[in-house]
């Protein structure tokens, strides 16, 4: 299968790789966020081990280690005779003064250091050694748990600043998203991403040469279906108390996107104090976006709170309420009768996702230059779903449509009045206001755009650059 995605992460490891002296990349992200089939992609046709940890003992990691070595390197006498990661590195080390920039990576770092606590340590003396004699060996440190992973380059850890690379791995972009979805349409394209969102693992698992609602049932709802449950999976493997944070999990699917909604919905918080540190963990885990509102000021507290991956949002919304009757195989009538006819008013929320990414990553294809700022802002009386400003200082102000007939002049209308009545961008030496809509504009809006630059209509095709 084609390799999807990645490009700027890979082109700057292959730079790291290239360059003429120690490397000591940090690479993090959440689970399935496919950082693993990144580093494989980046290592192709490069003198390189790459060694993924378990959940073992240290001698059993260490055999493994050690046997990756030897299909690369040869099986050698002193090699197998080696007891710790000390010795390991150390031989390393000095294979890669014959064979400059020899790569070795260890995936799901955080293992090792669970089964022996001072490998951060070991690996600090052993990379001073090497960058000191200035020797050409890159080694890279892979994890899942990510506060660990940026624990250990913190103020007083011992690899604090010794990193030459550091790359956080997020989510692909929807562009690349629907890269997994050839022939599809557009709206076909946003649909799947607002389903299986962009984690590269999800939407490996969909057939293109199926609709959606049959990736969605074999995938999703079926009996035995890879992701029926991965977000129970997901907490499990990071959390303790699980069902506090399912609970909190489901009430922000649901709309519930603000402390007071959910310490109504969530009988378990009581108070603001209380649902902090879990909101706090949760998002440390990138499962939830804490938002302000772009004009707000810096003594105001007002937050909002969001899933930070479609696919969890779907899950939660859709998927957790039928579980009972998805487990009896009803997989195909859940679809027909309890998601199909919800699946637009659930893509609203998505869309705007959609188009704030857009005004992030793409703006310079129809404006003035790249998006530098932008979110959303909110007030007690109104809505703007994409605010921001771009790099040539220009503000931006934008309204999502997913609707079945086209958008009028009425929505740019209040889009204007809106914009009016917010401090942000006062100062700005222009606005622009784009409007992003699923089937088109009205023939009124469209002369509009066409007699005003400062009016820009997207559609779907032009939010995936078709």
């Given at each position: 299968?084609?390799?999807?995605?990645?490009?700027?992460?890979?082109?700057?490891?292959?730079?790291?790789?290239?360059?003429?002296?120690?490397?000591?990349?940090?690479?993090?992200?959440?689970?399935?966020?496919?950082?693993?089939?990144?580093?494989?992609?980046?290592?192709?046709?490069?003198?390189?081990?790459?060694?993924?940890?378990?959940?073992?003992?240290?001698?059993?990691?260490?055999?493994?280690?050690?046997?990756?070595?030897a299909?690369v390197?040869?099986?050698?006498?002193?090699?197998?005779?080696?007891?710790?990661?000390?010795?390991?590195?150390?031989?390393?080390?000095?294979?890669?003064?014959?064979?400059p920039g020899?790569?070795?990576?260890?995936?799901?770092?955080?293992?090792?250091?669970?089964?022996?606590?001072?490998?951060?340590?070991?690996?600090?003396?052993?990379w001073?050694?090497?960058?000191?004699?200035?020797?050409?060996?890159?080694?890279?440190?892979?994890?899942?748990?990510?506060?660990?992973?940026?624990?250990?380059?913190?103020?007083?850890?011992?690899?604090?600043?010794?990193?030459?690379?550091?790359?956080?791995?997020?989510?692909?972009?929807?562009?690349?998203?629907?890269?997994?979805?050839?022939?599809?349409?557009?709206?076909?394209?946003?649909?799947?991403?607002?389903?299986?969102g962009?984690?590269?693992?999800?939407?490996?698992?969909?057939?293109?040469?199926?609709?959606?609602?049959?990736?969605?049932?074999?995938?999703?709802?079926?009996?035995?279906?890879?992701?029926?449950?991965e977000?129970?999976?997901l907490?499990?493997?990071?959390?303790?108390?699980?069902?506090?944070?399912?609970?909190?999990?489901?009430?922000?699917?649901?709309?519930?996107?603000?402390?007071?909604?959910?310490?109504?919905?969530?009988?378990?918080?009581?108070?603001?104090?209380?649902?902090?540190?879990?909101?706090s963990?949760?998002?440390?885990?990138?499962?939830?976006?804490?938002?302000?509102?772009?004009?707000?000021?810096e003594?105001?507290?007002?937050?909002?709170?969001?899933?930070?991956?479609?696919?969890?949002?779907?899950?939660?919304?859709?998927?957790?309420?039928?579980?009972?009757?998805?487990?009896?195989?009803?997989?195909?009538?859940?679809?027909?009768?309890?998601?199909?006819?919800?699946?637009?008013d659930?893509?609203?929320?998505?869309?705007?996702?959609?188009?704030?990414?857009?005004?992030?990553?793409?703006?310079?294809?129809?404006?003035?230059?790249?998006?530098?700022?932008?979110?959303?802002?909110?007030?007690?009386?109104?809505?703007?779903?994409?605010?921001?400003?771009?790099?040539?200082?220009?503000?931006?102000?934008?309204?999502?449509?997913?609707?079945?007939?086209?958008?009028?002049?009425?929505?740019?209308?209040?889009?204007?009045?809106?914009?009016?009545?917010?401090?942000?961008?006062?100062?700005?030496?222009?606005?622009?206001?784009?409007?992003?809509?699923?089937?088109?504009?009205?023939?009124?809006?469209?002369?509009?755009?066409?007699?005003?630059?400062?009016?820009?209509?997207?559609?779907?095709?032009?939010?995936?650059?078709?």
């Amino acid at each position: 299968m084609e390799f999807i995605g990645r490009r700027q992460e890979i082109e700057a490891l292959g730079k790291e790789f290239a360059r003429p002296r120690p490397s000591l990349a940090v690479v993090l992200g959440r689970r399935r966020v496919g950082k693993s089939t990144m580093l494989l992609e980046a290592i192709k046709g490069r003198t390189a081990i790459y060694y993924q940890a378990t959940r073992a003992t240290v001698s059993v990691n260490l055999a493994f280690a050690k046997a990756a070595v030897a299909d690369v390197l040869g099986a050698e006498p002193l090699l197998s005779s080696l007891v710790d990661w000390e010795g390991v590195l150390a031989f390393l080390e000095k294979a890669a003064v014959e064979q400059p920039g020899l790569i070795l990576i260890l995936d799901e770092f955080p293992y090792l250091c669970d089964a022996d606590p001072a490998l951060p340590s070991i690996v600090q003396a052993v990379w001073d050694r090497v960058r000191a004699n200035q020797t050409n060996f890159k080694l890279v440190l892979c994890g899942s748990k990510i506060s660990f992973m940026e624990g250990i380059l913190a103020e007083r850890n011992p690899l604090h600043g010794r990193q030459t690379l550091r790359l956080d791995i997020g989510p692909m972009p929807y562009r690349d998203a629907a890269r997994f979805f050839p022939g599809w349409s557009a709206d076909d394209c946003l649909l799947a991403y607002g389903v299986f969102g962009g984690m590269p693992y999800y939407l490996s698992l969909c057939d293109p040469a199926v609709s959606l609602a049959e990736n969605v049932h074999d995938n999703v709802l079926a009996v035995g279906a890879p992701l029926a449950e991965e977000p129970d999976n997901l907490l499990q493997a990071e959390l303790r108390d699980v069902s506090r944070y399912a609970s909190l999990l489901r009430a922000i699917a649901d709309g519930c996107t603000d402390t007071g909604k959910i310490i109504g919905r969530v009988r378990e918080f009581s108070n603001a104090s209380e649902l902090a540190p879990y909101i706090s963990k949760l998002s440390e885990l990138r499962l939830i976006r804490v938002v302000r509102s772009l004009d707000a000021t810096e003594r105001e507290r007002d937050r909002r709170y969001y899933l930070d991956d479609p696919f969890l949002a779907f899950w939660y919304r859709f998927v957790l309420p039928h579980r009972s009757a998805l487990a009896a195989g009803h997989g195909i009538q859940v679809w027909r009768d309890r998601i199909a006819p919800w699946l637009d008013d659930y893509m609203g929320n998505l869309f705007e996702w959609v188009c704030r990414d857009y005004a992030r990553l793409y703006a310079q294809e129809r404006l003035s230059s790249p998006g530098q700022t932008v979110g959303q802002i909110w007030a007690d009386d109104y809505d703007i779903d994409v605010a921001g400003q771009l790099l040539d200082g220009t503000a931006l102000f934008g309204e999502c449509k997913w609707w079945k007939d086209p958008v009028g002049s009425n929505v740019l209308d209040h889009l204007v009045q809106c914009a009016a009545r917010t401090p942000y961008g006062k100062g700005a030496p222009r606005r622009v206001y784009t409007l992003y809509a699923r089937s088109g504009f009205t023939d009124d809006v469209v002369a509009k755009a066409a007699a005003d630059p400062a009016v820009v209509l997207l559609t779907p095709e032009q939010l995936l650059g078709r």
